[in-house]
């Protein structure tokens, strides 16, 4: 049994790795904005924007547990607009969130992950980490620099036993995508099939979206004894995105 703590939990790809978690007899902590009583794990509220959220949530999650094996950085926002009018306000959201936070939680975890037989620290990242789009200039430069920062965690902790990766999937089946798909077919006066293939899709080489469960299952892997010779790498799981 791991004692872990993940981020975003109440919703796609968090309350997915949550799922999978428990269901291996992890105890997890679903730390979320607004938790979800009814989603998996045990809901603790924060805000990963602020220093005290992350804090709290850490410490919440070691006392309960009795320590900590293993922290998922999940939690995420997205904002899309043209550089020069992209608001400064997002873009200083987007950095708290994707790239702050995983900082924060690193360093209040680095403690508990370093006293555990096998400490990790695994990072949802994106494709967006290795490649760019446009129009998402506060998203790409977050998700580029939280695989900077995991690169440096796995340095570090390479002398405690803590292994970090980043998980980078390209576009997966969420309650945020899924609203777009229905915003966009509504905008662009197609259905919903169409907006998938023609503008969703079009950086994927094998042409679906991924499923939450499917990223799940990779971090329950590289949580795992399997996952025991990865550190400081980027794990794309993209359907050839960034194979171009
Ligand atoms: P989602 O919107 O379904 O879930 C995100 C969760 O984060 C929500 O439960 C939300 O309440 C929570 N959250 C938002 N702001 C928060 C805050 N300030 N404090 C605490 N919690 C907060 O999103 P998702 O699609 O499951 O994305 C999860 C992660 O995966 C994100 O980091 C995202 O960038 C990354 N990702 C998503 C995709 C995709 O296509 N969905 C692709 C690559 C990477």
Redesign the pocket.
């Known amino acids: 049994m791991r004692r872990a703590l993940v ?2 939990a ?5 309350q997915a790795i949550t799922a999978r978690l428990e269901a291996a007899g992890d105890a997890v902590l679903a ?4 938790p979800d009583p009814a989603a998996p794990g045990e809901p603790f509220e ?4 602020t220093r005290a ?1 992350n804090r709290d949530a850490v410490a919440a999650a070691a006392k309960r547990f009795g320590g900590l094996d293993l922290v998922v950085a ?4 997205q904002h899309v607009a043209p550089v020069e009018e992209f608001p400064e306000d997002e873009w200083d959201r987007l950095l708290a ?2 790239l702050t936070s995983p900082f924060l939680l690193a360093k209040a975890a680095w403690g508990s992950l370093g006293e555990s037989e096998s400490g990790r620290f695994i990072a ?1 990242a ?2 967006h980490a290795l490649v760019a789009s446009p129009y998402k200039a506060g998203y790409v430069a977050a998700k580029h620099g939280v695989l900077g920062l995991v690169k440096t965690l796995a340095l570090e902790g390479a002398e405690r036993g803590i292994l970090a990766t980043a998980v980078c ?4 089946r ?4 899924e609203a777009q798909l229905a915003d966009q077919a509504e905008a662009h006066a197609m259905p919903e099939e169409r907006v998938l293939e023609e503008v969703v899709l079009v950086p994927h080489a094998v042409k679906h979206l991924l499923e ?1 469960e499917e990223v799940a299952e990779l971090v329950a892997f590289l949580a795992g004894p399997g996952g025991a010779g990865f550190s400081g790498a980027a794990v794309p799981m993209d359907l050839g995105w960034t194979a171009r």
Do not use: K, M, W
């Open positions: 981020t975003g109440a919703s796609g790809i968090g730390v979320d904005l607004e924060a805000d990963l924007t959220g999940n939690a995420g926002i969130l994707l949802i994106s494709a999937p390209g576009f997966v969420t309650p945020l995508v939450p």
